[in-house]
Structures are given as C-alpha cells and as structure tokens.
Nanobody
Framework: QVQLVESGGGLVQPGGSLRLSCAASGSIFSLLVMNWYRQAPGKQRELVAAITIGGSTNYLDSVKGRFTISRDNAKNTVYLQMNSLKPEDTAVYYC????????WGQGTQVTVSS
C-alpha cells in the first residue's frame, strides 16, 4: 500500500513560483510512475506532469517551460517546481502514483492571484 501526502500549495501572485512536494510511504517508490494532476473549479482533472521510473518526463503543453517535475528516490518524494505562475494555473493539485494500481494524495490548493 502507498500513501501520498502533498505539501507546498498556497497563494502566489502572477509571475511567482511555488514548489509542491509529494511524499510517498512504503518501499516501492522507485517502481512508481509519479504524476501531478490538477483540477480547477468546474473543469475536469488534467495531467500536468509525469515522471517515469527512469526519469523521463512529460508535460501538459500549457506548462512546458514553466513547470519541472523531479523525483528523489532516496527521499521517496516527487516535486513540482512551478515558475511564472498564471491565474489559469489556479487549481487543486493532486499527486498520483501508479504501480499495478493508482494511488492518490489528498490534494493541495494553488491559487494564483494579485
């Protein structure tokens, strides 16, 4: 069983930065594909960034060049560095892990507003 705990959300002005963290319990972190999703009010949940066990990454087109996903297998943690934030990035951000099944965190609110 894997439990995921996100942290690092908050209120930031447009153009600012935040770093989200997702700490995973258990001993299989190195086997997990790790993803960040987000869901804005009234919208469907969307995949923002993904990182494979080998470190390959993929990003939603609208965040390419601004967001960076990374993982630290020694710390069982995945990060999402978010720069040049825009109001349209406002959403609840969810950490997701996959190994034979999906695991989800509880979500962390990111609000980009002046």
């Amino acid at each position: 069983q894997v439990q995921l705990v996100e942290s690092g959300g908050g209120l930031v002005q447009p153009g600012g930065s935040l770093r989200l963290s997702c700490a995973a319990s258990g001993s299989i972190f190195s086997l997990l594909v790790m993803n960040w999703y987000r869901q804005a009010p009234g919208k469907q949940r969307e995949l923002v960034a993904a990182i494979t066990i080998g470190g390959s990454t993929n990003y939603l087109d609208s965040v390419k060049g601004r967001f960076t996903i990374s993982r630290d297998n020694a710390k069982n943690t995945v990060y999402l560095q978010m720069n040049s934030l825009k109001p349209e990035d406002t959403a609840v951000y969810y950490c997701n892990a996959y190994y034979r099944k999906d695991y989800w965190g509880q979500g962390t609110q990111v609000t980009v507003s002046s």
